[in-house]
């Protein structure tokens, strides 16, 4: 993988749970190339959106107010979005399939490892969606 060719990207870390959410973003900050912004659920991580250049968005599914899916709904429906890279994210694998018709570029089974982390976020960065 070659971040410095994508230059600096900013990140928005959608999870409810403080542990993962920090362990997400130590992970990722490791690489000088990313910029980590976090959200606790989904209506923080739609305000975080609309002041906020982001890049690339890792969205959990279950979180308290707005779920992963209801976010990636409304984000979905914003035609300034329609391109926003978003990684769903959850413990879950059965829901990987509705994350992909709502929308999801890709996702991501917890628990995972930092390659698979890295891996996920550099691919959808390149391509860009």
């Given amino acids: 993988m070659n971040w410095d060719k994508l230059g600096k990207k900013t990140l928005l870390v959608a999870e409810d749970d403080d542990f993962n959410r920090k362990l997400i973003s130590m992970m990722l900050s490791k690489?000088?190339?990313?910029?980590?912004?976090?959200?606790?659920?989904g209506e923080e991580a739609l305000t975080l959106l609309?002041?906020?250049?982001?890049?690339?968005?890792?969205?959990?599914?279950y979180m308290p107010n707005i779920d992963g899916f209801e976010t990636l709904t409304i984000?979905?429906?914003?035609d300034k979005?329609?391109?926003?890279?978003?990684?769903?994210?959850?413990?879950d694998e059965v829901?990987?399939?509705k994350s992909f018709a709502?929308?999801?570029?890709?996702?991501?089974?917890k628990p995972f490892k930092l390659?698979?982390?890295?891996?996920?976020?550099?691919?959808?960065l390149v391509s860009g969606s």
Avoid at 75 to 78: F, G, N, Q, S
Avoid at 102 to 109: P, Q, V
């Fill in 75 to 78: 984000i979905r429906k914003d």
């Fill in 50 to 61: 609309a002041s906020k250049a982001i890049d690339a968005l890792l969205l959990d599914i």
């Fill in 81 to 91: 979005y329609k391109n926003l890279p978003i990684i769903m994210i959850s413990s």
């Fill in 31 to 41: 690489n000088h190339k990313i910029n980590i912004i976090e959200a606790v659920n």
């Fill in 115 to 124: 390659n698979d982390l890295e891996e996920q976020v550099y691919n959808i």
């Fill in 95 to 97: 829901e990987k399939k």
């Fill in 102 to 109: 709502l929308g999801a570029n890709a996702f991501l089974a």
